[in-house]
């Protein structure tokens, strides 16, 4: 079963997302920090990371980065509600999927997460 | 010598007339001035025969100087009586003719036995001509001509009114003293027994009139005769006892103390001395308080009212106080005080108090440029409608009678200039008091401190307004930060909400969606259906709110996040772009110009986007105000758009040649909510405060701005390069 995890400090969004993913067979897990997402990469190895950026104790970037530093290659796609030249093309110099703003479409979140879960 | 009362009052009198003779032919401006000074050259003339004659040891000298003193003589009368028709203004051409010819015929008689028939001594001192056959006509004929222009002098004072009725009432109270005392001259031609004592009263008659021609502002005259009297009274006393004393009681104090008794006329004279200038003062202060009881308590209750007024700051309310203060305690018809307003020109009506109803209009404003203003900018004094009005017809002034018709459109009484330093700041302007009496010395005293201290408070009150409307200015400034920062936690928040509630409406009707298929009953499958169709518009408001927060957004955005290299083309471009949804970009020639490869700008291209974005725009809507206001046929709008390098920063020029902006709005160019755009169509007044935060606090930039109405507008911005 293809792993997600979703980042965000929402409860609401975590647990509405986890349900919805779960509905498709998804084996999801949820962190709603970015030192809780870091612990759960390195332990569960998910497939794919759902990782906000605006974060209060460490922001998505910050996650980003480390996770890079660590040459962590795992797929991660951002989801943010500003839309920010730098922050854009940082990430995507660190390899990310996706970029998506908030807030979201539902579908196309879905096609996009699918599309990346289901390509390996 | 032959030194006697009689001699040193003619000396005296000689000095003084001579004197006035000189001041009044030299200085004198009207006919009456000289007329006036050939009185006081007979007088002279009186002065020296009367002298030379009073020394004179034999009695052919003293006959001969006699008659060059009735040279004078004869002529005073003629020359008051002149005099007098000059100055009421009256036709009196045949009595005129018939005085001088007269004294034509008594100046032929003077050196005849006719007039003087012979001489003796009397009083054992100087030699007195005896009267020969004429000198009783001729000294009638002297009477009636004083008494005539006594009597002409009465009647104009009851016609009269104004600064001429108090100049009257001198000239009537000089005459009596003058003539009284001179008259004693010729009691020893009939008595030989009565000594001309009066002759000293005659200098302070030529004293007394001069002054009053001359002078427009005079004293009350009750206060001029208090003052004298009460100064003879008190020396009187202060003189007479000792010397009643020392000549009267020498008997009587040597019976009672001895050969000591002179002490007491000292001891008494050095007291009296010493504390007489005390009691003067004392009791005319004391009678001068009861005779201007009413002018004294307004005149207090003005200079309370001027130290109380600088504690107003309302301008509209501290000058409604003024006007009011003024005419209710001097009790005056109406009061008026003029603002100086520099953006007109001229000086604006501030306020205005009439007391009972009357057609009169006051003007709303007065010009800088007329005679009135420059007047009291020159002299500084306060123009007094009667002296001006009397002084015009007197000298026949052209300019004072422009003055005196200004004054007139006012309706004023008096105007007392308002300064700070050298600047005019207001005028206050006064009707005429309720009594009718005039505007007295001390009157404009007060006034001009009222005045003075009416501009320090106006200025206070002015500059309070001012420092209110820059705080204000100041304030919503400020609110805006506090908004912007706000409003950039708030929008994550309400992103983040609309977020949430996204997931949930989504995942819901994804649940729904999921399920439909499995049979239900029919109204389940209704309820379900209405919950999927309420989910669906909850999706779409959520999709909505997120746009609305996304513009919110654009504007808060600040720090070094989302820096990059931008390229000032694309930059342009992106911008011109995101212009024509707003505007039509071919209603003006664009010129773009700049070197092929300049450095790139280190900067957040979305937010430098949205500056230009906001030049372009507010560059076409002056062009275009510039095009439909003007009319100007060859007008063709241009906008252009220049970059140099320079150094670590790149110059960027944005010059349009449209309608400008006025000097007076430069300065809150870049103040948040001012805008000078017209109608309701436009100008949230945001966008320049938006463009001077996003250079200058976001990118570390500058930005300035050059303007002058009907010639454009010309923005420099100052961008740094990517090292």
Redesign the interface.
């Known amino acids: 079963m293809p792993k997600l995890l979703i980042v965000d400090d929402?409860i609401?969004?975590c647990d509405?997302?986890k349900?919805?993913f779960t509905?498709r067979n998804i084996e999801v897990s949820v962190a709603s920090g970015g030192r809780e997402a870091l612990n759960i990469i390195e332990t569960q190895k998910p497939d794919l990371v759902l990782l906000d950026i605006?974060m209060e104790e460490m922001t998505g970037m910050e996650v980003l980065r480390q996770l890079r530093a660590q040459n962590n290659n795992v797929k991660v796609i951002m989801v943010t509600?500003?839309?920010?030249?730098?922050?854009?093309?940082e990430s995507q110099s660190l390899g990310v999927k996706g970029y998506i703003?908030?807030?979201?479409?539902?579908?196309e979140l879905e096609k996009i997460v699918m599309g990346e879960l289901l390509e390996k | 010598m032959n030194w006697n009362l009689f001699t040193i009052s003619t000396l005296i009198l000689t000095i003084t007339s001579s004197i006035l003779t000189a001041i009044l032919l030299s200085f004198g401006k009207t006919p009456l001035h000289r007329v006036w000074g050939l009185y006081n050259l007979s007088v002279t003339l009186w002065g020296v025969g009367g002298f030379f004659a009073g020394i004179s040891r034999s009695p052919e000298s003293a006959l001969f100087w006699w008659r060059i003193a009735h040279l004078g003589v004869v002529t005073i009368p003629i020359f008051l009586f002149h005099a007098t028709v000059l100055f009421c203004n009256i036709k009196r051409y045949l009595l005129l003719t018939l005085v001088y010819l007269q004294g034509i015929i008594f100046i032929i008689l003077i050196p005849t036995n006719m007039f003087f028939s012979g001489i003796h001594l009397i009083f054992s001192q100087f030699y007195f001509p005896l009267r020969g056959s004429s000198y009783n006509l001729f000294l009638l004929l002297w009477i009636l001509i004083v008494i005539k222009a006594q009597y002409e002098l009465f009647a104009q004072y009851r016609k009269v009114l104004g600064v001429r009725r108090t100049q009257i009432s001198y000239l009537f109270t000089a005459l009596i003293i003058g003539f009284l005392g001179g008259i004693t001259n010729f009691l020893p031609a009939y008595m030989p027994t009565v000594y001309p004592f009066g002759n000293l009263s005659i200098p302070l008659y030529g004293i007394i009139v001069t002054y009053a021609i001359l002078r427009y502002r005079l004293l009350d005259i009750s206060i001029i005769i208090t003052r004298t009297g009460i100064f003879i009274a008190v020396y009187s006393i202060v003189l007479g006892i000792p010397f009643v004393l020392a000549f009267g009681w020498q008997e009587k104090l040597i019976n009672l103390i001895g050969h000591n008794w002179w002490l007491v006329p000292l001891i008494s004279s050095t007291v009296l001395a010493t504390v007489g200038p005390f009691i003067y003062l004392y009791i005319q202060k004391r009678a001068e308080d009861a005779l201007l009881k009413e002018q004294r308590k307004y005149q207090n209750t003005l200079r309370q009212a001027s130290s109380g007024m600088g504690r107003i700051k309302d301008l509209r309310r501290l000058l409604q106080l003024i006007v009011h203060i003024v005419t209710r305690t001097v009790n005056l018809e109406h009061t008026s005080v003029y603002l100086y307003n520099p953006a007109n020109k001229n000086f604006v009506l501030g306020s205005y108090r009439r007391r009972k109803e009357s057609d009169f209009k006051i003007p709303e404003a007065i010009a800088r440029e007329t005679p009135l203003i420059q007047h009291l900018t020159d002299s500084r004094d306060p123009l007094v409608y009667e002296e001006i009005k009397q002084q015009a017809q007197d000298f026949g002034d052209r300019n004072r009678a422009q003055l005196e018709l200004s004054l007139r459109d006012l309706d004023a009484a008096v105007v007392v200039p308002s300064f700070i330093e050298d600047r005019l700041l207001g005028v206050i302007v006064l009707g005429r008091k309720k009594s009718g009496k005039l505007f007295s010395e001390s009157d404009l005293v007060v006034f001009t401190i009222l005045a003075n201290q009416t501009a320090l408070a106006i200025e206070n009150a002015q500059f309070y307004e001012d420092m209110k409307k820059t705080h204000e200015q100041l304030f919503k400034a400020e609110k805006m930060a506090t908004i912007g920062t706000m409003a950039d936690g708030l929008s994550h928040q309400i992103n983040n909400r609309l977020h949430a509630l996204g997931f949930i409406a989504g995942d819901a009707l994804d649940s729904i969606k999921m399920k439909k298929e499995t049979p239900m009953p029919p109204e389940i499958k209704e309820l379900i259906s209405d919950i999927e169709y309420a989910l669906g518009k909850v999706q779409d408001n959520v999709k909505q709110g997120g746009e609305i927060v996304q513009g919110l957004l654009k504007y808060t955005r600040k720090g070094e996040e989302g820096f990059s290299a931008v390229d000032l083309d694309k930059l342009l471009d992106a911008s011109f772009e995101m212009a024509q949804y707003k505007v039509k970009l071919n209603q003006f020639a664009i010129v773009r110009d700049h070197l092929p490869n300049i450095p790139k700008i280190k900067g957040n291209f979305t937010q430098l986007q949205e500056v230009f974005f906001n030049l372009i725009d507010n560059a076409h809507d002056a062009m275009m105000q510039r095009k439909t206001e003007k009319n100007e046929p060859d007008y063709k709008a241009q906008l252009k758009i220049s970059a140099i390098p320079n150094g670590k920063s790149l110059q960027i020029q944005v010059v349009d040649n449209g309608i400008g902006v006025k000097k007076e709005d430069v300065d809150k160019l870049f103040t948040p909510f001012f805008t000078t755009k017209l109608s309701s169509k436009k100008g949230t007044g945001l966008g320049l405060y938006v463009i001077r935060k996003i250079i200058e606090e976001n990118h570390g930039g500058h930005v300035d701005f050059n303007s002058e109405y009907m010639k454009g507008t010309k923005f420099s911005i100052e961008l740094p390069v990517l090292a």
């Open positions: 929402e609401d969004v509405f997302a349900h919805f509905k605006r509600g500003v839309e920010d030249e730098g922050t854009l093309k703003h908030k807030p979201l479409v539902l579908e």
